[in-house]
């Protein structure tokens, strides 16, 4: 009964002055952490693509969804306990793939893993991760033996690396593979832009790339284009500095670290990626394959003929193409087109436990938490990510008991009723 235990634990704190140690509110949450993070960590985060209207359609999707409550069923509050590809989640959440984390934290994942693994909840370690993929698995076994870790991987144009990438996951003991396929290359991103910020220049977010062999490997050939050779200015300096001290962390030179940049860089965007690159990756481990980035439903079937193991319904946050169909309105279709073969995951835009409990109700295996848990981590590290998700779980459950929900297995669209009138005003961020 964590929602109640939760809940009376910050009354009976407030009776002595101590209030919570990170807003409960999102909107209150991450206004908090605008104040602690620096105009281009937050913005990273923060942003999307365009206007930003596909973060809009994502809240907005869940606004405009009620919940239909049913009483007196005489009901305990329900068990959160989910199995997915032979591990045991402590609830149907897990904590999403998202990169540079050190632009909130400099545990970045290690801290937000440690507070998944207490709890019992899957991490997925991004692919621009802030640590090498392998660090992160061991910080979540010390916590939690059986706390499971998915790799999430972004298939680059150099075959090889991708190859080691999977060898990696596989020998750290990962639960998974989670292939993102919505990024073939990065979107239009006005924050960024009018920054004139991309983190991985600086050498950040690129831990699994400076620890790969592979990739170091490949670092003297010769790459297509212009070498890049800027006029010297102070501001280049301070990140020259800042990539050789990157460097010292992985033995890597300055001239190295350059080369490293330029690589990845070069290698990164692959917009020719195909269902033949699914196929490949689909063949070459035998950990679960699930597909990140699925809104058409034909996707979704195309997937699973191909034997992915998951699915998982994302519009990345509303960070690639503006104007796409909201997630959760995806949802509903991807899980009617994969009939129950394989599970289906989701997030964009998930805010709260009701919002869980609407897409869980939608067919829904697990939800995924992004951008709060970012938040969070920047407002008060490990501890931070740990309050934000006893909050989260507290009224996850409170919500399903509140609902008349006796069990997981009971949830579907008849706990949902028809949408709700717009709202008068205002936007939400995704």
């Not at 870790?149 to 144009?157: G, I």
């Not at 330029?262 to 690159?277: G, I």
Request: glycine fraction near 10%; charge should be positive.
């Amino acid at each position: 009964m964590i929602g109640r235990r939760v809940q009376q634990r910050i009354y009976l704190e407030g009776l002595m002055g101590r209030r919570p140690p990170l807003p409960v509110r999102p909107d209150a949450l991450e206004a908090e952490a605008q104040k602690r993070m620096s105009p281009e960590a937050f913005a990273y985060v923060a942003g999307g693509a365009g206007l930003e209207w596909t973060m809009e359609a994502n809240r907005e999707a869940f606004r405009r969804l009620a919940l239909l409550p049913r009483m007196l069923r005489g009901t305990k509050p329900p068990g959160l306990g989910v199995e997915l590809w032979g591990r045991r989640w402590a609830a149907p959440l897990f904590l999403c793939p998202i990169g540079v984390l050190e632009l909130a934290h400099p545990e970045a994942e290690l801290a937000a893993v440690r507070a998944a693994a207490k709890r019992g909840l899957p991490f997925m370690v991004s692919n621009q991760a802030s640590h090498p993929l392998e660090r992160v698995v061991e910080a979540a076994k010390a916590v939690n033996p059986e706390a499971p870790v998915f790799f999430q991987l972004y298939h680059s144009t150099d075959p090889r690396a991708v190859e080691s990438f999977l060898r990696r996951a596989e020998k750290a003991g990962c639960a998974g593979v989670v292939l993102t396929v919505d990024t073939v290359q990065l979107g239009w991103r006005p924050r960024d832009l009018d920054l004139g910020h991309l983190p991985f220049l600086k050498g950040q977010g690129l831990a699994v790339y400076l620890t790969d062999p592979a990739f170091l490997g490949a670092l003297d050939e010769p790459l297509e284009g212009p070498a890049f050779r800027p006029k010297p200015t102070l501001a280049l300096l301070r990140n020259l500095l800042a990539l050789r001290r990157t460097g010292r962390r992985y033995g890597l030179s300055l001239i190295q670290m350059q080369k490293a940049v330029r690589r990845f860089v070069a290698t990164y965007s692959y917009p020719e990626l195909s269902w033949e690159e699914v196929r490949r990756v689909r063949e070459s481990t035998a950990l679960p394959l699930l597909l990140k980035g699925i809104l058409h439903p034909e996707d979704a079937l195309r997937a699973v003929e191909l034997g992915v193991d998951g699915v998982y319904v994302s519009n990345h946050g509303g960070r690639q193409v503006d104007g796409s169909l909201a997630a959760l309105h995806a949802l509903p279709q991807v899980v009617q087109a994969v009939e129950g073969r394989v599970p289906v995951l989701m997030d964009s835009g998930v805010r709260t436990g009701a919002d869980a409990v609407k897409a869980l109700a939608l067919g829904a295996r697990a939800v995924g938490l992004g951008r709060p848990y970012v938040y969070a981590l920047a407002l008060g590290g490990e501890e931070g990510v740990g309050a934000f998700l006893d909050h989260f779980l507290a009224e996850l459950e409170l919500t399903l008991a509140l609902s008349g929900v006796g069990s997981l297995e009971e949830l579907g669209p008849h706990f949902l009723a028809k949408e709700n009138p717009p709202p008068q005003g205002g936007r939400g961020g995704a």
